[in-house]
């Protein structure tokens, strides 16, 4: 391509900043009225939440929390989390939330390793990480945030009260906006850091640019499209990758939040679901099939989108909730490298006229690409693209203006391609409509007698069964075949499947060097800190065992 | 706000650009099987679309048009000039869209001051342009796209033909989007001129950036929301701020395009909408009225939303379509230096328990601004920025990354505010849920004794009588009250409405002293390049008079 010659070169455009700063202010102006509702059933209004951001701003100020300094938060899905979550970033600091499943050892690494200058904790989470307070140096002020627990707050000059903070201080009165300049929309605006399944964990550290496209794309028509009717219900943490970006969606689109807290209890979330008439959910599948048994006891009949991430959803759990509540399950691929979502999935037009059991098909894959993100699928070993035809299997690479271009504070070229891309360690096809097509993670991945297993549609062949509620498939070390397949279930309540007959289940649907060796029965699978199935934990006892 | 002092600053995201290349290749990637359909029925995929678009890219560099030449179109809505508006930008040139209905003079004015390098025309639209050639002497190259018009073609030169070119050339191969660097996202993609009603057009240099945050705009749901499962009829020409974004977007969101060609006769266009099952239309209100006495011949159960900028539309016209489809017509405001959208209208839930008058005055509202960009209003003598509350006048002022901040090679500093916002010369009100409606433009507002009488408001009561198709108000110079309203009107064929009976429908609903003082009877009223009524032809009228 030829170089700009002559003529005119940049546009002529105004240098308005991409800034979360707009998203708190756009729903003070627009959507003034519309609210927040608790996990007690309390309504606030964004003008009320807008208020206490702004009060934020000037009590960083007051307490010398420098721009730029990371802020911790330690909490749940509640109101003072979310005000924290527009005042960080609105006010230029960088909003780092963290996990609140971390082992005191991670937990300590992440704090110190983003030199978190306060953390604001939920006071009922006190006690998870106060013990480590000693060992957090630079953390200078405690914030506790009354989620009405109760718990007893350790007598400590270090600790602040969150609403006695905001009561003290001046609502800042000007723009937010106007104090970013173009060059600010690349200000870091938050903080993430990954689980860590190997070595330590590594933060992704968000601009604003990225989160107001982020942003932007949670709202795309045709994806999940949010709008200003939708009342929307982060089940998936604020601490765990934004929560899939629907906090700041819902408040740029207008929508209203349901907030749920801390708790998880299926009847907790379908009675909030029910009565705040929510048309948006996420949640990981765990969370989902939770509350499949209780679904046809709850009027769900406002619901537009059930987003599913984390892991892949078995096809038959979406058809559960499509028999129940006439709506199937959707996925949501990404990670917190991706902000996180890369990939949304449905039926599109091309699918009108398919049969039931094609549209199942491809609700089951992961779905398309979000605007301004790229995806491609690349050989392991040689890292050279592969052709979009359905069947070739490679890893999954994403390239997007929300998708990370580094780690902070840590050197990773093996997750960046030499071109920018970010390999995201998912083995994957695509087809010729760009349909993601999940095959597994590339370590889940089973290699027996030198051919590659799938654990992942292992696993959806064994979900299919309506005895089974969790199953989880993984390589056991194996001196012949090098490993071989074991599945852990879990049965529903009155269960009586066997290994025998899911076994039976399952022949028809998979090559027979794939049945699995063993079957292991639970009462539950272990879950990581985001709720995922921990796969680590059964690997380990596999090899103990 | 204190500066940012240690810790980090830029978030580490990719440093992916924002630029129509990706808009081209995602089309390519995800809605190769969708389609543009042309005026004569004929469909040509996107995959059709974007290969010709690769290999025009491959023909201007075989023609030596440097990156960063304007590439003039003169074309109605038809599936080449399609290619052009993505070939073009992808390829690092900057696409101007010339307005077809301009005088020569003001036809060269343009052609010359943006040094135009080639003009892509429609073979049937060479006769308006074509006698200008040798006062162009930028132009080294004109193409001609056969539009079957059968029009003669002279023997020169520098005339090439549309198809010959791209059939000659071969299709570019690599990725356009990989081409463009983050620094690139600010070059220029888009150039068009405003029709000027004082002093010579100005021209409105937009960048990659705006083009795409602008497309992102127009899915954003709950505004037009653009979506995959839509048909998209652009009845507002290409050249015309282009076309409403409604191009970009239609691809952006993999929904399909009808190019209705060069004709705007109401039964072509309903037929189109009837047979394509247009879902989103957008045409200015003269089209609408033009297209209402048939509306319940065809069926257009499909439709969406009817989009309708360029002025106000008379809430009796969106009534008659709510009436005769069940679908009232839906506010677009914004102007060609806004990209051109910045506010959309319509209900939200706040309206839901509203009586059906109400709604009808919600909808005569211009609406909510798009996500990203901020309105105000100033006062016009003083610039202080006026409270929205509903009640207060004042100049809309308009801000955001798709918004001009300069115009191209002239200074005009009275366009813009000291702080970069744009002076639109609109005057409106803002509620306080950020509803913008328009009470008139400044210079069409008319001054009588001393006080302001809004001419638009006195055409929404003059058209709301059934025998009124088109009105325009305007002031005529009096010796004593300085200005005084008189009305020009068009009556529906059959339609016998006097002047006094106008003035009788219109008396319960304006100030006595709004009253017009004069009434003229016209087939229809004169109109001007972009199809809006001419208020300025009146006014000359109207001193002659």
Redesign the interface.
């Known amino acids: ?18 800034t979360v700063a ?1 998203v708190l202010e ?1 729903a003070e ?2 959507y ?2 519309k609210y927040v509702v608790t996990a007690e059933g309390r309504r606030l209004t964004y003008a009320e939440v807008a208020e206490h951001a702004r009060r934020l701003a000037t009590a960083l ?1 007051a307490h010398g929390v ?5 802020v911790g938060t330690f909490a749940g899905n509640n109101r003072r989390h979310l005000e924290v979550y527009l005042g960080v970033p609105a ?2 600091r ?1 909003l780092h939330s963290i996990n609140i499943r971390l082992s005191a050892e991670h937990l300590e690494y992440i704090v110190n390793h983003a ?1 978190d200058d306060v953390v604001f904790v939920d006071r009922g989470l006190l006690p998870r990480i106060w013990p480590s307070a000693g060992r957090l140096p630079t953390v200078r002020h405690w914030v506790v945030m009354d989620d009405g627990t109760g718990g007893e707050i350790p007598s400590d000059p270090r600790i602040l009260d969150y609403d006695e903070l905001i009561a003290g201080a001046e609502p800042f009165t000007g723009s937010f ?3 970013f300049t173009l060059a600010d929309e ?4 938050g ?1 993430c850091y990954t689980s860590g399944t190997t070595g330590p964990p590594k933060g ?7 989160t ?1 496209l982020h942003t ?1 794309g949670t ?4 994806f999940v ?5 939708d009342v929307v219900l982060p089940i998936v943490p604020m601490f765990h990758a934004n929560a899939w970006g629907l906090p700041y969606g819902a408040m ?3 929508a209203s939040l349901v907030l749920p807290g801390a708790s998880a209890e299926p009847a907790h979330l379908l009675r909030l679901m029910a009565a705040e008439r929510v048309t948006v959910a996420g949640a990981v599948p765990t969370v989902w099939t939770s509350l499949a048994p209780e679904l046809r006891a709850y009027d769900l009949g406002a619901a537009r989108v059930l987003l599913s991430g984390g892991s892949a959803v078995a096809p038959a759990l979406s058809e559960t909730y499509r028999a129940a509540i006439g709506l199937p399950i959707t996925h949501s691929w990404g990670m917190t490298e991706i902000s996180p979502t890369g990939v949304i999935g449905g039926t ?3 699918h009108q006229d398919a049969t039931e059991a094609e549209q199942v098909a491809v609700r089951a894959a992961q779905g ?2 979000l ?2 993100v ?1 995806i491609r699928i690349a050989d392991v070993e040689t890292g050279r693209e592969l052709p ?1 035809d359905g069947r070739a299997v490679g890893e999954v690479q994403v ?10 504070r840590v050197d990773a070229p093996d997750s960046f391609t030499a ?4 390999r995201t360690g998912d083995l994957a096809t695509i087809d ?3 349909y993601l097509r999940l095959v597994d993670r590339i370590k889940d991945l089973i290699k027996s007698g030198g051919e590659w297993i799938s654990s992942v549609e292992l696993e959806g062949a064994i979900a299919s069964h309506p005895d089974v509620v969790e199953v989880a498939v993984i390589g056991r070390p194996d001196p012949r075949w090098m490993e071989r397949p074991v599945a852990y279930v879990a049965l529903r309540a009155g269960g009586t499947a066997t290994a025998d007959e899911l076994l039976a289940h399952i022949t028809p649907m998979v090559a027979k060097w794939w049945l699995p060796d063993e079957f292991f029965f639970m009462t539950a699978l272990p879950k990581t800190g985001t709720g995922k199935l921990s796969k680590t934990e059964l690997r380990e006892a596999a090899r103990i065992a």
């Open positions: 391509m030829p170089e700009q010659s002559r003529g005119p070169t940049d546009g002529l455009m105004q240098p308005r900043p991409l707009h756009r102006r627009l003034a009225h100020d420098p721009a730029g300094a990371r006010a230029k960088v030199e906006e106007d104090a690349n200000l870091a605006s903080l992704v550290l968000y601009s604003h640019r990225s107001v932007l709202l795309a028509a045709g499209g949010l709008r200003e009717s740029m689109a207008g599109r037009t091309q398309q690409p605007p301004l790229n979009r390239a997007g203006p929300w998708v990370a271009g580094g780690y902070y071109d920018g891309w970010l010729a409509d760009g």
